[in-house]
Antibody, heavy 117, light 113 residues
């Protein structure tokens, strides 16, 4: 079955960077894109962008352009999301999700990133 | 950006009764060339990631109980739970994937009355 397993909780100081990983199994990694969605405490869902598992092409939400980098490692079927220049309002649970035909058909368990001085 | 507006923000329904959630998009999410509405619904329980329920506005994901149904076209959509069960207590989100940035509604909390 499809599984997306994310890296663990992170605590960062303002201005730092964080890298979250998402290891995929149970399907052909190169046949799907991976998207990243975040959810601030008690808030709704916010799409950050996606990366093709086939060729690494990316599409970032304008809000995160210049601050986010999404990558893949096809040798380990892992997608990564790095967010730089962290602020307190970046505190959120970050999810990776497999992209079906643009909708998200499987999700990782989420990674809590806390930004605090 | 396409703004997704859900209503109500919360609703309380008796067990076995119908729950109806509305979702309105600021622009049509119907793609004329294939006559498909680029609209999905997700269920999220506390401490868990969202789970896909419905895609293409009305197609139930494999394994989703048939008490869940989606309808609508263009800019107005509805998620219906025909007979609410205790395990359906959750937050529900609509999402458009017609164009980037992909956007979600603000969520509707469903509780038992």
């Amino acid at each position: 079955q499809v599984q997306l397993v994310q890296s663990g909780t992170e605590v960062k100081k303002p201005g730092a960077s964080v890298k979250v990983s998402c290891k995929a199994s149970g399907y052909t990694f190169s046949s799907y894109s991976i998207s990243w969605v975040r959810q601030a405490p008690g808030q709704g869902l916010e799409w950050m962008g996606w990366i093709s598992g086939y060729n690494g092409n990316t599409n970032y939400a304008q809000k995160f352009q210049g601050r986010v980098t999404m990558t893949t490692d096809t040798s380990t079927n892992t997608a990564n999301m790095e967010l730089r220049s962290l602020r307190s309002d970046d505190t959120a649970v970050y999810y990776c999700a497999r992209v079906g035909t643009y909708y998200f058909d499987s999700w990782g368990q989420g990674t809590l990133v806390t930004v605090s001085s | 950006d396409i703004v997704m507006t859900q209503s109500p923000e919360s609703l309380a329904v008796s067990l076995g009764e119908r729950a109806t959630i509305n979702c309105k998009s600021s622009q049509s999410v119907l793609f004329d060339s294939n006559n498909k509405n680029y609209l999905a619904w997700y269920q999220q329980k506390p401490g868990h990631p969202p789970k896909l329920l419905i895609y293409w506005a009305s197609i139930r994901e494999s394994g989703v109980p048939d008490r869940f149904s989606g309808s609508g076209s263009g800019t107005d959509f509805t998620l219906t739970i025909s007979s609410l069960q205790a395990e359906d207590v959750a937050l529900y989100y609509c999402q458009q994937y017609h164009r980037t940035p992909l956007t979600f509604g603000g969520g509707t909390k469903v509780e038992i009355k």
